[in-house]
């Protein structure tokens, strides 16, 4: 399990940019970024370094700021490797509330999943075989 | 010093009979000495001679904030202007301003009236009195700085604005009794504390005397627990004298008024009868010492009521209840009549949602659009869009349900309600046609 970084944010001009520059000037890195929106407002879901302590900037400068416990599971980098997982986790019973992926070299990709019992998807995932990335292995 | 221990514990009956007394007085003062209210009073063919109880000044005809303001600046002053002392005056925001005029006594009462705060807090020449109400015209600053000298305690007249200032005060000189609107105190905790300094060990705050605009007990208990200290509500207006009219004792529960100085009424807003004790209604003041500024039957336009029963405190002054909103703070939306404490009273059910919100109205077509921004607490997980999605939906049915008006309810980031150094703004207008 590894600690998401999550920010509300009302969706107007320059916000997003203005987020991206607090990170940077805390000297916070970033491995991936996502968006959910709707029309008033944004989600945005980062996995970077120092997660608590980027909470701890952003609420310094304004902006709602928490942290989430996700799983990122290592797939293999080709056709088929997130559709395996899911079937997996679908004859696991787990369930899903949000997720996006990226891949970090030609063979390994990365399945961030949000599930509501995080602990318990956890081990079944492992016991399934599949390994869990730690956030050092990612930023 | 004379804590008017006396006065305040005085029997009922014979607070009536000093009120009677009083009222008598100022009735004819008024008929002698004002042209506005010789007319009045023979309009309405109220006789100001022939008051023989405090029923019978139900006779005589209201005043109100538009009489005040036709006789700008002197035309209300029961005494020659070379008697008058001072002078303070309503912000004027909406029309031409009302004045007040006070002579040297109506200047002590003022500062008695107001020290019964501060002696509600046990408070006297052991305190040091920190005011941040804005000095000047308003009657925060000076009537508290009055109130303050009157108590006996040191007094710092700090005024508004630099809250970092009032914070190196607040902590370097050991204030114990803060005195300014209930939303600047909660200013001055929350900028304390992104300063990184905690008010509630850092400063000495025993009590704090706050009124000027409503708050809710959720933001009492909120500036309870940041200040670490207790909160009095304050009531006052310029009108009839400025803060000290009412105020709340140890007990918080509801406001004394200072019945030895003001006659209390509350009416039907509608019908203008006195209403049973206990029912919602509107303030009506009538003077009974005051010389320069006096006033007969005064709507003050502040939805409050009597409390029943007596206070635990043991003082036989009556009690109102905390303001309820104004009469014509009333929102007209979509032809239905809307108080901003109802919205208030909606918001403190929700854990989740700030105390900072503001209501914008704005027009679409010719329908009245009303949209509530609120900024939500630090704990609220909203990782998942549904989550903000749901409270949105629940603030949203509640105000539905509370106000008989659609609402859109929207959740903003934090900070983006404005933090004012006076008033909070709670409604922003911006209808075709306001204001």
Known sequence: ?139 | MDTQQDILTMPHEQLEALQLEGVKKTVVACYENVAFYRESFDAAGFDPYAVESLDDLSKAPFVTKQDLRDNYPFGMFAVPRSEVKEIHMSSGTTGVATVGGYTDHDLRIWGDCFARGIRFAQGGVDDVCHICYGYGLFTGGLGAHYGSLAAGCTTIPISAGNTERQIRVLREMGSTILCCTPSYAMHIADTAIEMGIDPATEFSLRAGIHGAEPFSNNFRADLERKLNYKVLDVYGLTETMGPGVAIECWEQDGLHLAEDHFFAEIIDPETGERVPDGEWGELVLTSIDREASPVVRYRTRDITRFLPGTCKCGRTHKRIDRLHGRTDDMLIVRGVNVFPSQIEDVMKTFEEASSWYQLELTTKGSLDVVTLKVEVNPGFDFDQMSAIQNLQRQIKAALKTALSVGVEVKVVEPKSIPRSEGKAKRIIDLREGAN
Do not use: H, W
Request: aromatic fraction near 6%; include cysteine; charge should be negative.
């Open chain 1, 1 to 139: 399990m590894i600690e998401q970084l999550t920010v509300f944010l009302e969706n107007t001009e320059g916000r997003l940019s203005a987020l991206c520059r607090s990170l940077a000037d805390a000297g916070i890195d970033m491995s991936a970024l996502t968006i959910a929106e709707v029309a008033d407002y944004g989600v945005v879901r980062i996995i970077c370094s120092d997660p608590e302590r980027a909470v701890d900037v952003l609420d310094e400068k304004g902006f709602r700021a928490m942290d989430t416990r996700v799983l990122a599971i290592e797939v293999p980098n080709k056709p088929g490797g997130l559709a395996d997982l899911l079937e997996t986790l679908g004859k696991l019973g787990v369930n899903i509330e949000y997720g996006y992926c990226f891949s970090i070299d030609s063979n390994r990709a990365v399945d961030v999943l949000k599930v509501s019992d995080p602990q318990a998807a956890a081990k079944a995932v492992q016991d399934a075989g599949y390994k869990l990335f730690t956030l050092d292995e990612l930023v």
